[in-house]
């Protein structure tokens, strides 16, 4: 089992609708929760950024955490066309000093289009 | 300011080919990582480098050797490459211990496509 699970999809929502992007994890000990936006042919840029449980809210977006649930999702309000991209999520442990510090485990990325 | 930087952006080997993969970041960041990305299997870590002078194994390490040249580089090399490498390959970095806020956000370069036939 993948330490972290994300439905590759492809989704394909409509110009202005709500998107909801979902990742499942199975370390308990992940404290530091990542979406990367990776257009066609490019790297992954961060997108969001939450520590532990929570929401955080940035413009059109916004990420859950729930570590009860060990799940977290991420909210795109609002969807536009340049919303299209591969959205990955990434998950840390907490304390990984070291040499492990920084080690990110990522989702299989979703692809989103978003059509006008 | 490039930020991260990679060579080459293509690469067609032949089976039993070796070839290096260059990556520069200007960003002064401590930890460099290099990642294959394949349809469905997200981002997998091959190799990273914690800092100057330390290299660790990943996820998929098999088949790839690395070398942390200076604080500013970091290649990838496959010694006898396979059609199971082909891939697109991504090097990250970013700023390490001892930097205060999101020193672990990573910065990725825009890919080497590689095709191994």
């Known amino acids: 089992q993948k330490e972290v699970e994300q439905d590759p999809g492809p989704l394909s929502v409509p110009e202005g609708a709500i998107v909801s992007l979902n990742c499942t994890y199975s370390?308990?000990?992940?404290?530091?929760f990542m979406w990367y936006r990776q257009y066609s042919r490019k790297g992954p840029e961060l997108l969001m950024y939450?520590?532990?449980?929570g929401n955080k809210e940035d413009g059109r977006f916004t990420a859950q955490v729930d570590k009860s649930s060990k799940y977290i999702s991420l909210f795109i309000r609002d969807s536009q066309p340049s919303d299209s991209a591969t959205y990955l999520c990434?998950?840390?442990?907490?304390?990984?000093?070291?040499?492990?510090?920084?080690?990110?485990?990522f989702g299989q990325g979703t692809i989103l289009t978003v059509h006008p | 300011n490039a930020g991260v930087t990679q060579t080459p952006k293509f690469q067609v080997l032949k089976t039993g080919q070796s070839m290096t993969l260059q990556c520069a970041q200007d960003?002064?960041?401590?930890?460099m990582y290099w990642y294959r990305q394949d349809p469905g299997m997200g981002l997998r870590l091959i190799y990273y480098?914690?800092?100057?002078?330390?290299?660790d194994k990943g996820e998929v390490p098999n088949g790839y050797n690395v070398s942390r040249l200076n604080k500013r580089e970091f290649s990838l090399r496959l010694e006898s490459a396979a059609p199971s490498q082909t891939s697109v390959y991504f090097c990250?970095?970013?700023?390490?211990?001892?930097?205060?806020?999101?020193?672990?956000?990573?910065?990725f370069g825009p890919g080497t496509r590689l095709t191994v036939t």
């Open positions: 960003m002064n960041h401590n930890s």
């Open positions: 939450t520590y532990s449980s």
């Open positions: 480098s914690a800092s100057e002078g330390t290299t």
């Open positions: 990434a998950m840390r442990a907490r304390g990984a000093g070291g040499t492990s510090y920084g080690k990110l485990t």
């Open positions: 990250a970095s970013s700023g390490g211990p001892g930097l205060q806020g999101r020193g672990y956000e990573q910065y």
């Open positions: 370390n308990s000990a992940f404290q530091y």
